[in-house]
């Protein structure tokens, strides 16, 4: 069955770096988009960035754009978020996804499969 784990999570202070990985099994890892969502206590669930499965386009979405960077692995099933110049506000429960075929990148219902999330903590 289709499984992602994220893994890379942890507490660091502001403007420290963190790197998130996601392993995908249980599917044809190159065949699908990919993308990291967060959500923090209280809030809905949050687009981060996004990485198409062709020609490895890029998305952001503007309070990542600069600091985070989205990049996959096919070889290794493996989709990574490096997380620079952290923030307080950056601190949430992160997720991978797989997107579907069609809609846009920063929809969350456009994703069918989810990690279970791992947790960034950042301390001012």
């Known amino acids: 069955q289709v499984q992602l784990v994220e893994s890379g999570g942890g507490s660091v202070q502001a403007g420290g770096s963190l790197r998130l990985s996601c392993a995908a099994s249980g599917f044809t890892f190159s065949n699908y988009a990919m993308g990291w969502f967060r959500q923090a206590p209280g809030k809905e669930r949050e687009f981060v960035a996004a990485i198409n499965r062709i020609t490895d386009s890029t998305y952001y979405t503007d309070s990542t754009k600069g600091r985070f960077t989205v990049s996959r692995d096919n070889a290794k099933n493996t989709v990574y978020l490096q997380m620079n110049s952290l923030k307080p506000e950056d601190t949430a429960v992160y997720y991978c996804?797989?997107?579907?075929?069609?809609?846009?990148?920063?929809?969350?219902?456009?994703?069918?499969?989810w990690g279970q999330g791992t947790q960034v903590t950042v301390s001012s």
């Open positions: 996804a797989t997107k579907d075929s069609t809609g846009s990148y920063s929809n969350p219902r456009n994703y069918v499969n």
